[in-house]
């Protein structure tokens, strides 16, 4: 495994409204990984997600994509699945298929009709035909189809039956190169608990851990799971 | 990266509008044959109809350029869709200046097709004479050439109505900045962005007019009897104005994108 840092995060801080979100986040993901982003709702797990991402704006701190700050450079190498549907409704699965292609040099298009395919998706419907989940689905395989080397998924689970979220698994698994490194992000830990290299814990808008998963599953002799549930017991 | 993205906005903007376009002229032909036709009561009825429904596509036509380029605006840099608007490899440059420009073209577009509308319905040679006429009444009035007083005319129209666009945009950035989300600090921003750059313009041709009497006189007088020659003067003078008002406010747009956005 290539150990680089792909993602750098100094002294991040996110305020609304005089609300502090995050409070000094410093964190380092190196290349080749699978990492959890676990906390419990409201949590400050998508807001630093939209804050790679370029969606909000930092109120104090940077952020470093392979030495670059949030922009052209690092939105190439980013493959972001929010955890919405965001996708222009009034466009078909293939002209969406065409813009990816169009916007995104890692974009592999033959892939992206294959995975559809074998999702019985058609690709020449519109996506307001389509229900809540199969758009979920969309964007999960436009997501997956690129050969970035960071990406980052949302809640990805959230709001899928089991036998969709083990599909989205091993979708996300057999479509991420070794030198990638994927960020989930998800309060249902014992379903990725399987997949995970590393956990990253936050609570009320700070890190408190980042570990191993192994290490930290050998340390305390529990699953992720039962260890999150320990520590953030209500 | 720009004309790519110029390629998606156009594309949406030709769903959108191409409807208006068609019934726009499909009832200037309707209108055109109906005058053609024996004038009994019942044609002369639906040749009312015809013009009515021609111009209310035509109102149509002008209304949905400037009302669907500020939703395009707004629901892709900050609605769901700016989810991926703002995660594309692209600068806020030139999601700007894709917007801009897919409103320019639009605009343009729209115009022609109501000339064109107003040409099938109404053309003929008794017509033409009759308008060039009523022109030439107006441009010997005001002693200027025909052709510069439609072209003056054509600039002012197009800048006025552009500058309103263009407010438009200013307003929705700043709604969004302070107030996520909420229309109501967008359209706000948007009509107090409009009235002051109406009197920045009224305020410099003022200023203008200090050194040059023909123009005062336009603030001076309610009689319409003024020289002519203040009239070409503000036409001209407003329109560098408001091409510089504009120039401003997408400098202005364009540095509001670039200091960062919040989604909600």
Redesign the interface.
Same mark, same amino acid.
């Given at each position: 495994m290539i150990s680089m840092k792909l993602l750098e995060i100094n002294n991040l801080n996110k305020s609304?409204d005089n609300k502090q979100i995050l409070k000094d986040i410093n964190l380092n993901i190196s290349s080749g990984k699978i990492i959890g982003l676990l906390g419990k709702n409201g949590a400050g797990k998508t807001t630093l997600i939209?804050l790679i991402?370029?969606?909000?704006?930092p109120t104090s701190g940077e952020i470093l994509v392979k030495g670059n700050k949030i922009?052209?450079?690092s939105?190439?190498i980013?493959s972001?699945l929010?955890e919405?549907?965001?996708?222009?409704k009034?466009m078909k699965v293939s002209e969406i298929i065409e813009?990816f292609k169009?916007?995104?040099e890692d974009f592999d298009d033959k892939k992206a009709k294959e995975l559809l395919n074998k999702l019985d998706l058609n690709i020449n419907e519109h996506l307001t035909k389509m229900s809540k989940g199969m758009q979920e689905k969309v964007q999960l395989v436009l997501v997956m189809s690129r050969k970035a080397e960071l990406y980052i998924l949302d809640e990805p689970l959230g709001g899928v039956d089991p036998a969709t979220r083990d599909y989205i698994l091993d979708t996300i698994l057999s479509n991420f190169n070794d030198n990638a490194s994927v960020i989930i992000s998800t309060h249902l830990i014992s379903d990725i608990e399987r997949i995970l290299d590393e956990v990253i814990f936050i609570d009320k808008g700070e890190i408190v851990l980042q570990s191993d998963a192994d290490k930290l599953r050998n340390k305390e002799k529990s699953s992720i799971d039962e260890i999150f549930r320990r520590m953030f017991k209500c | 990266?720009l004309n790519?993205l110029l +390629?998606?906005d156009l594309k949406?903007m030709i +769903?959108n509008m191409s409807v208006f376009y068609i019934l726009s002229i499909f009832f200037a032909i309707t209108t055109r044959i109906l005058f053609n036709m024996n004038q009994s009561v019942m044609i002369k009825i639906l040749s009312q109809i015809s013009v009515g429904c021609m111009f209310a596509m035509i109102a149509n036509t002008l209304i949905n350029t400037i009302m669907r380029s500020w939703i395009r605006f707004s629901s892709s840099l900050y609605k769901?869709?700016?989810?991926?608007t703002?995660?594309?490899?692209?600068?806020k440059n030139d999601l700007y200046n894709s917007k801009f420009i897919q409103t320019l073209i639009f605009f343009i577009v729209g115009f022609l097709i109501i000339l064109l509308s107003l040409f099938i319905a109404y053309y003929s040679k008794d017509n033409w004479i009759s308008l060039t006429n009523y022109i030439k009444t107006i441009t010997t009035g005001l002693n200027m050439s025909t052709s510069f007083f439609i072209t003056m005319a054509i600039i002012v129209i197009f800048l006025e109505i552009f500058n309103a666009i263009q407010c438009g945009f200013l307003g929705i950035i700043l709604g969004h900045k302070k107030n996520n989300g909420k229309v109501g600090y967008s359209i706000l921003f948007g009509f107090i962005i409009y009235l002051i750059a109406q009197l920045i313009i009224l305020g410099l041709v003022f200023i203008y007019g200090l050194f040059d009497s023909t123009v005062m006189e336009l603030f001076k007088t309610a009689t319409i009897n003024i020289d002519v020659n203040a009239f070409k003067v503000l036409a001209i003078v407003s329109s560098l104005l408001y091409l510089v008002i504009i120039t401003i406010m997408s400098l202005i747009c364009k540095n509001e994108l670039n200091?960062?956005?919040?989604?909600e």
């Open positions: 609304f939209k991402n370029d969606l909000l704006t922009g052209i450079e939105k190439k980013i972001y929010p919405r549907t965001y996708l222009n009034e813009y169009d916007f995104y | 990266m790519k +390629k998606y949406y +769903k769901d869709e700016s989810y991926l703002h995660t594309l490899p692209v600068s200091k960062g956005v919040n989604i």
